[in-house]
């Protein structure tokens, strides 16, 4: 069944606001990720935390773990239209047995 | 949604060969992309594979060391050239039907090189 669940499904703001996108799993993880899609375009990867980080930050973006509540966030600052895409978490509790399991995605819309 | 299946789903092989990974998918899609993840690292796109054209490689990525076969809108392969250690990986292949925005992703093969 799918691991990650990102929350909310679609999410819609204006330029310079602040996009936070959640997503909730299931099982002990090694590591979360998160990816981007543009439309018709392959996943882009955007920043991996691992099980023993609690936040990361890159650019704009800033990862937080909680491997209690088994859920993650996703913060976009600052917006621009070319964030719009879809995002997706996706978790990994192992490598050569078990495979990266990605939520079913978010779409997120920043209007100019 | 879209059913894939890759073969084969793991493998072990030797410094200096090839190996061919192949990709069904249960409908008629036009877009094809292959992955690969390196042990605790994050996917990374190695090409777009669209029936009818080249496949598009990204940056770092070569057709001489990762050929790819697009031959029909059901099927392509992946061929991962003169294997070293540093190639091992799980190669996935996941495909966009239409233009609905979501990936569906095969199982992957598990590859390592000794």
């Known amino acids: 069944s799918q691991q990650g669940e990102e929350d909310p499904q679609a999410l819609s703001i204006q330029e310079g606001e602040n996009a936070t996108m959640n997503c909730s799993y299931k099982?002990?993880?090694?590591?979360l990720q998160w990816y981007r899609q543009n439309s018709g375009r392959g996943l882009v990867h955007l920043i991996l935390i691992r099980s023993n980080e609690r936040e990361k930050h890159s650019g704009r973006l800033r990862v937080t773990l909680d491997t209690s509540k088994k859920s993650s966030s996703l913060l976009i600052t600052a917006s621009r239209a070319a964030d719009t895409a879809s995002y997706f978490c996706a978790t990994d509790a192992g490598w050569w047995d078990e495979k990266l399991v990605f939520g079913k995605g978010m779409k997120l819309t920043v209007n100019p | 949604s879209a059913v894939i299946s890759q073969k084969p789903s793991r493998d072990i092989c030797q410094r200096g060969t090839s190996l061919t990974i192949q990709c069904q998918v249960d409908?008629?899609?036009?877009?094809m992309f292959w992955y690969r993840q390196q042990p605790g690292q994050s996917l990374t796109l190695i090409a777009t594979?669209?029936?009818?054209?080249?496949?598009?490689?990204e940056s770092g990525f070569v057709i001489d060391k990762f050929p790819i076969s697009r031959p029909n809108l059901t099927f392509s392969t992946l061929t991962v050239s003169n294997m070293s250690p540093e190639d091992s990986s799980i190669y996935l292949c996941?495909?966009?039907?239409?233009?609905?925005?979501?990936?569906?992703f095969g199982p992957g093969t598990r590859l390592l090189v000794l």
């Open positions: 594979a669209n029936q009818g054209s080249e496949a598009t490689y």
């Open positions: 996941s495909v966009e039907p239409g233009r609905q925005e979501t990936q569906y």
């Open positions: 099982t002990s993880i090694n590591n």
């Open positions: 409908s008629q899609v036009t877009m």
